[in-house]
């Protein structure tokens, strides 16, 4: 039997198979695991060249058939469940599209120390660049009445969640969604973004951060850091990005990245193990940053300044 054959045999009896099984029961399977592991199919498949046991071949041929399934399967099934979601795309052809600039802002009180920032963005240009005697500004330049901001506050905390404001998606060159946020430098921050398409630069250099937790898709990341807390811990998800981060040279930095498929270069850092970095003064600074990387394919630049 041809390699060919159990190949694309495995690969339709086990999408059907597993399709049949969906459609009684809900099968959920980890899309991200998946993905991790599928560079195993081109692993498999080119040891399989090389190898002459007729056995070892189908075997090889086997496995990466039935993980390229499976990955498979678990993509569409992801976006079946974003469309059962109820979720609308509007594309743009041509036609003029109203927007206009917006501005949101809370005040500050002497009384917040504490500030948790979510940020759901969708596809866009975001900045944060600049420090304001508000709790925050936000000036945006979209389509009109696009976006919420609501703040609460108790005791010590303010809790701000700023976004879009219902699930649906524009694409096309007339649509536009960008948003300039100013902070105040008082409090201590938490900041969460789960962006997409987006052009994302945040000068955080003169705030107090303590986490910073960044979710994206296929996007342009500019982020400077600065010395303002004692630790800070930054996570970074992302699909095929540029990313290119910048951390005070007196702050001693720990930098774990699971970026295989990506290029990296980490400027004054030195290898613990496989995909642990630290920099020269990780253990005599003050002020410690953590760095957790996990990105596909991506370029990926840490600089110190």
């Not at 987006?198 to 010395?227: Q, R, Y």
């Not at 970074?236 to 990005?241: F, K, L, T, V, Y």
């Not at 930098?255 to 003064?281: H, M, P, Y």
């Amino acid at each position: 039997m041809k390699t060919s054959h159990i190949f694309w045999g495995t690969i339709f009896l086990s999408l059907g198979v597993l399709l049949l099984i969906n459609n009684f029961y809900n099968v959920s399977l980890d899309f991200e695991l998946l993905w991790k592991i599928a560079p195993l199919v081109l692993v498999f498949i080119g040891i399989s060249i090389f190898i002459k046991n007729q056995y070892g071949k189908y075997i090889l041929i086997f496995i990466s058939a039935a993980v390229l399934s499976l990955t498979v399967f678990a993509l569409f099934n992801n976006v079946s469940k974003l469309i059962k979601g109820d979720i609308t795309i509007d594309f743009n052809s041509g036609e003029t599209v109203f927007s206009d600039s917006s501005f949101y802002t809370y005040n500050f009180t002497e009384n917040i120390k504490e500030a948790n920032f979510v940020f759901n963005g969708a596809a866009g240009r975001f900045r944060i660049n600049s420090s304001t005697k508000n709790l925050i500004d936000a000036n945006t330049f979209s389509a009109l009445n696009m976006h919420f901001m609501k703040v609460e506050t108790k005791d010590s905390t303010a809790k701000i969640e700023f976004g879009i404001k219902d699930n649906g998606i524009k694409l096309g060159d007339n649509f536009k969604n960008n948003v300039d946020f100013s902070l105040n430098t008082n409090p201590v921050w938490d900041l969460n973004f789960d962006c997409g398409a987006a052009s994302m630069n945040f000068d955080l250099a003169e705030f107090k951060v303590k986490s910073i937790d960044i979710d994206m898709g296929a996007t342009d990341l500019k982020l400077k850091i600065g010395n303002k807390y004692p630790e800070t811990k930054i996570y970074i998800d992302a699909g095929a990005s540029s990313i290119s981060l910048k951390i005070p040279k007196d702050s001693g930095c720990e930098l774990i990245a699971d970026a295989v498929l990506s290029s990296k270069n980490f400027e004054g850092f030195k290898k613990i193990d496989s995909n642990k970095f630290r920099t020269e003064n990780y253990e005599s600074s003050d002020n410690k940053i953590y760095i957790e990387l996990n990105c596909g394919v991506s370029s990926v630049n840490v600089e110190r300044y």
